[in-house]
């Protein structure tokens, strides 16, 4: 039997011509996909008289960090920067707290009421009242222009309890209730317990609800017109309509930013401020990225199952 | 095993579950509260779409019309034409999306026969990447590429003299459908395919053995075990895109839209916010996204009905 099985092991013909086909293809894909990252940072650190001429595909030329320099001495930017970073932090915390604790209430059968408040929240992820009811409800509690309104609404998010709650509901019951039978209480047992446990289910949680809150764009749309509390992406969707022309800028944002963009135009083209902000905004993530990517397929696969 | 002291244990346990159930409540409403403020109290917004509400004024300022702003949606024919058009273009953009549904699935059964492990790795967290990118970001690559006069590939096209004059890609109606159908795939393909691999993941080797034994080739693997082990999955998907099927979210569109794709890129959410936010006609904006939650709402629990009688499960 073993010989044979190792006969087997020489590639057909066909086989070569699928393994040709499917590795080609996969590759091509997987270019298409990091490749227009990759552009754009070869491009940045390009200098700009030969990135604004031709097109740089392979590696920088004339390497120079001048576009970072001078984008983060930009008010408007460093302040947005502050901003994201502290939506992301102080949002995904809260996001992981809740949907852990609500997730551990949910396994609890003797709350009251359970079902019923477990599905008022879950039918909360394909229902909803609509963009301008939100916005006028947004309105009336007092946060337009409030740092609270990137905050609060993120905070029970549904997929996030399902998750949790369904990963809580395999792990061994029997923990808990030695936990309960020494006297330890609900909130105990889940400090002490529950969370330990839920570590992997709440790195996936946390790296979604992070990357939701620095993506975020449309409550800052919406609800935003102090520009102290613009985030990266607002602030990018600008540049990316503005500084194509520099005296647009210089007509239609404040004083201190149209000042120090038109400083840069000595050097500075649009497209490479447009490119340079797009790189401040995507290294975070590909700095996190690759450390929590492991986390995703087990995280994933319990919410595919069912709600 | 059973000493009496454990009994005691047991029923003591017992008795304050019995107490603890408005205690496990009270635990939970801080966080009911929210969902109740954020998700619900924002129906009460509905009653706009039944005033003339113009935006400086009180509510209790404006006149009562009724059902004026919803039944304008079919009688007047400006709106009447003008949501023809969105209703049109949500339908086109959500149909082409559901049909490129079954390519995730397809990329996940192929990426299975590679047998080369760092390749299926490198492959999979690369293209799960731009799945992390805001639209505002996938936005910004696309201008980098294909704006006019600083497009790497107008600027390729023109060093190699295939074109004389920049192709404006981003500010033409030609394709809207197709492209933005086309950005949505290359944001989310690896992504949705990563549900697929963790399900592959789950199948049982011995149906692939024995299959072996009894002279199956690799496409007939692939077509009778493989694929067969993920339907369910995909079913699940595809009913909630069905369900989803008038939500195509604000965000990607709003960033894509100029004034020269605007006829075919309006979908829904994107109109509801331009005749919103835009035109400040709030109550037309209302009695839209009004009609559009209802719909909605009525597509999920038919596609929950339907999922229940052809499968037995529910998705809700």
Known sequence: ?307 | MSSPSYGNTRVKIKKNKHRDRFKLFFMALPFLILCFTFSYLPLYGWIYSMFDYRPPFKLYQCDFVGLKWITAIVTNPVYRNAIGDVLRNTFAISGLNLLTSVLPLAFAVFLNEVKRGWFKRIVQVLTTLPNFISWVLVYSVAYVFFSTGDGVVNKLLMDMHIISSPINFLASDNHTWLSMTLWSLWKTLGWSAIMYLAAIAGIDQELYEAAKVDGAGRFRMMWNITVPSLLPTFFVLLMLSVANFLNNGLDQYYVFQNAMNKAHIQVLDLYVYNIGVGSMNFPLATAVSMLKSIVSIALLFTVNGVSKLLRGETIV
């Open chain 1, 1 to 307: 039997m073993l010989p044979i099985v190792k006969k087997k092991k020489q590639y057909s013909f066909g086989d070569i011509v699928f393994y040709t086909i499917t590795y080609f293809v996969f590759t091509i894909l997987t270019i298409a996909c990091i490749y227009p990252f990759y552009f754009l940072i070869i491009n940045t650190l390009t200098a700009n008289e030969i990135s604004s001429k031709t097109a740089v595909l392979l590696l920088p030329q004339k390497l120079h960090f001048d576009n970072y320099v001078k984008i983060l001495k930009l008010n408007g930017l460093t302040d947005a920067l502050f901003v994201s970073v502290a939506r992301t932090v102080v949002g995904a915390t809260l996001t992981v707290f809740a949907s852990a604790f609500l997730g551990y209430l949910f396994t609890k059968k003797e709350m009251w009421g359970r079902k019923f408040w477990y599905r008022f929240i879950i039918i909360t992820m394909y229902f909803n009242a609509g963009l301008i009811p939100w916005f006028i409800t947004m309105l009336n509690l007092g946060l337009r222009n409030n740092f609270l309104a990137y905050i609060l609404p993120a905070i029970v998010a549904p997929f996030n309890v399902i998750l949790v709650k369904t990963y809580i509901e395999n792990t061994p019951q029997a923990l808990q209730e030695a936990a309960q039978i020494d006297g330890a209480g609900y909130f105990t047992i889940f400090l002490k317990v529950v969370w330990p446990l839920c570590v992997p289910i709440l790195a996936t949680v946390a790296i979604f609800s992070a990357v939701g809150q620095w993506n975020s764009f449309t409550d800052t749309l919406l609800l935003m017109t102090d520009s102290r509390l613009y985030t990266l992406q607002f602030i990018l969707y600008r540049y990316l309509n503005q500084a194509s022309s520099l005296a647009s800028i210089m007509r239609n944002s404040g004083a201190g930013i149209g000042q120090s963009v038109s400083n840069l135009a000595s050097s500075q083209t649009a497209q490479s401020v447009r490119m340079t902000v797009s790189v401040v905004v995507i290294l975070p993530i590909l700095f996190v990225y690759p450390f929590f990517q492991r986390y995703f397929v087990g995280g994933i696969i319990i919410g595919a199952v069912k709600g």
